[in-house]
């Protein structure tokens, strides 16, 4: 569907190059996932996608054929593919009803009719017709900007941070909604993100910047659960990413060699019952988060580990026993 192919992009001659040499392919109704720390090159890449940023080197192509870059033609863009900006780009003085018929203002009465109620239905806006942006949530406003974007059928959407500035129960709430609604629709969706909870909740696919670099692509449980890094593996949260040495005090890793090992904190089970094949440690802190807490544990050998709760209760200097059900090697 839309392929990118040793994407490269730096903005002078002597400066820093903000991607180098990135590629990945998106296909036909797929939700894929750019994640990374902010600076990474995410936008840029998106932004080259969308025939907005003239690429330094490489290429992007939709359906086999060559997105043209700012450089090259009059408007800058793609009729196909549409982005949604961090900031929606909403009309201000214009209602929802309004800013959704923009991008089709040239067509027919009957189509606009037709097609502006079918997206009022398909972003759960009715009732809303008639507002303007100031009076609408942020959640609202996020839907239209969708409702805008999806309004002439683009072949690919492209999403900048489409998450970040909302609370988390809107947030949770909103990327059912994106799913279901690009979904039913049928569009490619990229989308851009620093947060991974947002990929493993609705990308099919993810890939994981830094520095410009694409590190690991795959599905969220191969990224979560297969790292290629140290890196990728501590871009989630409560990692434990422990040295060799300090992996020893908790595994037993005789037939093997890596440079460093992860441990999920549900991989950590906690026992309160004397075991001598267990390993001792202590708690020393204790983080509530509602169904499970989050505890940091130290063992008898100095090594610190967070761990879920799940059941338990926990105080502060509770001796506890523990023992790790699965851990991923890492090379570096």
């Known amino acids: 569907m839309i392929k990118v192919q040793h994407l490269g992009k730096a903005y002078d001659e002597k400066g820093k190059a903000a991607i180098t040499d990135v590629s990945f392919e998106v296909e036909q109704g797929e939700i894929f996932a750019l994640i990374g720390e902010s600076g990474c090159g ?8 969308a025939g907005l940023e003239q690429p330094s080197e490489g290429e992007v192509q939709l359906r086999g054929e060559r997105i043209i870059g700012p450089w090259e033609q ?57 507002k303007t942006p100031e009076h609408l949530s ?42 279901r609604m690009v ?14 909870s947002d990929a493993l909740a609705i990308a099919d696919r993810v890939a994981v910047m830094k520095d410009g670099e694409i590190l690991q692509v ?12 140290s890196y990728i593996a501590g871009f989630f949260p409560y990692a434990n990413i422990l040295s060799w040495n300090d992996a020893l005090n908790v595994l037993d890793l005789s037939d093997k060699k890596a440079s460093a090992v992860c441990i999920r904190p549900e991989s950590v089970r906690i026992s309160v019952a ?40 926990f105080d502060e200097q509770d ?13 570096k």
């Open 42 to 49: 995410k936008s840029t890449t998106l932004r080259c996608m």
């Open 74 to 130: 009059l408007i800058a863009g793609h009729p196909d593919i549409k982005l949604v900006a961090q900031s929606y780009d909403l009309f201000p003085n214009m209602s929802v009803w309004e800013n959704i018929k923009h991008p089709i203002r040239k067509y027919t009465k009957e189509y606009q009719q037709y097609r502006i109620s079918e997206l009022m239905r398909l972003c759960r806006l009715e009732g809303l017709e008639n």
């Open 138 to 179: 942020g959640g609202e406003q996020q839907r239209v900007a969708f409702a805008c974007a999806l309004s002439d059928e683009p072949a690919v959407l492209l999403m900048d941070e489409p998450f970040s500035n909302l609370d988390i129960p809107v947030k949770t709430m909103l990327r059912r909604e994106v799913k």
């Open 183 to 196: 979904k039913e629709s049928g569009t490619t969706v990229v989308f851009v993100s620093h947060d991974t």
């Open 218 to 229: 795959g599905t969220p449980k191969q990224i979560y659960s297969e790292p290629a890094n």
């Open 274 to 313: 004397h075991d001598e094949q267990k390993t001792k440690a202590k708690v020393i802190d204790v983080e509530y988060a509602g169904a499970d807490d989050f505890l940091i544990l130290e063992t008898v050998k100095g090594t610190k580990l967070h761990a879920k709760a799940n059941a338990f209760e």
């Open 319 to 331: 001796d506890v026993y523990i023992h790790i059900d699965d851990y991923y090697l890492l090379d």
